[in-house]
């Protein structure tokens, strides 16, 4: 009967146990990630009375099996349900980490406390006073992988805290537009296509430093019947309002260094100006003043009389574009003068670039031709409406780039695509217009120097910061680590577990949360495994069987009281 009693006080021993496992159970129903923890009891030892013996062949007698006495009851194991998921607990903060694991596996943060690392799944992270990635309980900071400053890619080596908010973090380069596109509808009607001063554009851009600045251009008709029309650069404005590009031109610049066709394929000398035309035009040697310009006067092959600007215009340093024909009498004699618009400068000198200048006329000699233009001519596609651009003679273009570069090294040309517009009849009314960047709409936009307005994380742990420029910056990944046995690592209280001899070791350096098809989801942290129906029934179930250990004791003192009192 003292064997009795002794087992019984090892099985009130056990189920107090399991009753402190599950008190702790229902005590942490709601700690975040939190993994619930069972008992399993286990037979102590046993008292063998005698032994087994065997069958006797001789007297034709059976074996006869051991006698053993239980001695009690014993805890033989505490198992954490380690690889069951908590609900997910919706928060909405950008650091409320959950993983959500793929399959069996079970993946955990690293964190470091100072000395080692830990292991825990309890993403409730905050930025500490360092920039620091860190748990909100501890302070201990999160690990992960740092950005390679060579390539701005993940480099995957030992794990160390993410320290997002640095200087380095805190803004984003800016870059210089290498790219625009002018879209919309030119229509020939509309009252400012055919004005004097044209129909205004703005490009607004950004050079190398971040520097914003408007360059204006204007789109005059020239022979709109035929879709010819010419796109000019008239002035380029930085953020306080001054024209760079009337500085450039004032200390000795050209305009078309900076926005002018490239005519090297056409006139480029006096003899050869004059080669060009000797066979359908004659230089007369004569000239006339009209109007307050002078010009020289030419013959064609019909022997009509053709007269040209050479009085350069002080303001713009260019002459004028305009071709005129001699009103005569019978006699020959010169009556007056009319612009006329089947003939331009082009049709005199075969290959010259249209909009380019006439330098120097002189009675009786050949002109010389500057070789670039001020100005490009946006043709369109008489049949389909669609833009292009004649570069040179009949070769054709798509895009025209505007060279910054003349105006500082602090910028980059500019590509301007003009595929994207359309001759067409829009009701008198012009939507032509310019915007940075590509036809995509993201390459070579530009961008101011950015600064950080926000970090979020995405599910492969990949932390990203927002830039009021319009930037994402890669600024750290947040690393996992796994086990071949998760359920023995050591709890070591904080929601933090510590690797044991039966878990499996950490490499320094972990893997890639969607590596096996696990994420990380953000705004959302895991919370408690615990299961209250079960808890409550387990507790139950142990309140009864440590009842009935305490009856077997009460019993078992009877017993002895009934024994003692033998000697009345």
């Known amino acids: 009967m003292m064997r009795s009693m002794y087992s019984a006080v090892s099985g009130l021993k056990t189920h107090q146990t399991k009753m402190d496992v599950i008190g702790n159970n229902i005590a942490n129903v709601n700690t975040v990630a939190f993994k619930e923890s069972s008992v399993t009891f286990s037979e102590i030892m046993y008292q063998t009375i005698s032994g087994a013996s065997g069958a006797n062949a001789t007297t034709g007698t059976g074996g006869i099996n051991a006698k053993q006495i239980g001695l009690g009851v014993t805890t033989g194991s505490t198992s954490i349900d380690i690889t069951s998921g908590g609900a997910a607990q919706t928060t909405g903060k ?34 500490d006073g360092s920039g620091n990635l860190a748990m909100t309980s501890t302070g201990y900071n999160v690990m992960g992988w740092q950005v390679d400053p060579t390539t701005g890619q993940i480099k995957k080596d030992q794990v160390s805290a993410l320290r997002i908010m640095q200087e380095s973090n805190l803004t984003s380069p800016a870059e210089a537009t290498t790219n625009a596109v002018c879209g919309g509808i030119v229509d020939k009607n509309s009252t400012e296509i055919t004005s004097e001063s044209g129909y205004a554009m703005n490009l607004n851009f950004f050079d190398a430093l971040g520097y914003s600045y408007t360059a204006k251009f204007a789109v005059k008709g020239v022979d709109t019947d035929a879709g ?18 009337e500085e450039f031109l004032a200390n000795g610049g050209n305009l078309s260094d900076v926005f002018g066709a490239n005519a090297s394929g056409g006139i ?22 009209f109007g307050g310009n002078t010009y020289h006067q ?11 600007n050479t009085t350069q215009n002080a303001a713009t340093g260019q002459y004028d574009s305009k071709v005129y024909r001699a009103i005569t009498s019978a006699g020959g004699v010169v009556k007056g003068y009319e612009a006329v618009t089947d003939v331009s400068l082009s049709d005199i000198y075969t290959g010259l670039q249209p909009g380019a200048t006439i330098n120097s006329i002189t009675d009786g000699n050949p002109p010389t031709i500057e070789a670039t233009a001020v100005n490009y001519e946006l043709k369109f596609d008489t049949g389909t409406g669609k833009g292009k651009f004649v570069s040179v ?4 273009n798509g895009s025209v ?10 910028f980059e040309n500019i590509s301007i695509d003009f595929t994207q517009c359309k001759n067409s009849n829009n009701g008198g009314t012009s939507t032509v217009g310019m915007d940075a960047g590509a036809i995509d709409g993201t390459t070579g936009t530009g961008k101011k120097l950015g600064a950080l307005t926000g970090v979020f994380v995405d599910t492969n742990g990949k932390i990203y910061g927002s830039y009021d420029n319009g930037n994402t910056v890669l ?11 998760a359920a023995g690592l050591e709890k070591v209280g904080d929601n933090c577990y510590r690797t044991t001899l039966n878990s499996g070791e950490f490499d320094g350096i972990g893997v890639e949360i969607t590596s096996n ?8 942290l895991e919370m408690s495994n615990v299961d209250l129906s079960s808890e409550f029934t387990e507790m139950i179930t142990t309140q009864r069987g440590f009842q009935a250990n305490s009856r077997v004791i009460t019993t078992s003192d009877t017993l002895l009281e009934e024994l003692i009192n033998l000697k009345r």
């Open 268 to 289: 480029t000398n006096a003899q050869t100006a004059y080669n060009a035309i000797s066979t359908e035009w004659t230089d007369t040697g004569a000239s006339n003043s």
């Open 401 to 410: 780039t505007l060279n910054m570069k003349q105006l500082g090294d602090q």
């Open 393 to 396: 003679g009949d070769s054709t």
């Open 517 to 524: 098809g696990s994420t990380m989801n953000s705004g959302e």
């Open 94 to 127: 950008a650091f409320d980490l959950r993983i959500t694991d793929k399959g069996n596996t079970t993946s955990f943060f690293v964190v470091s406390n100072g000395t080692e690392n830990l292991f825990t799944r309890a993403g409730s992270f905050y930025i």
């Open 475 to 485: 600024l750290g990944q947040i690393a996992s680590a796994r086990f071949a046995n």
């Open 228 to 245: 010819t029309y010419t796109v000019e650069l008239s002035a380029i404005y930085d953020s306080s309002n001054k024209n760079i590009l």
């Open 298 to 308: 030419f013959r064609n092959s019909s022997g009509e009389m053709y007269y040209i």
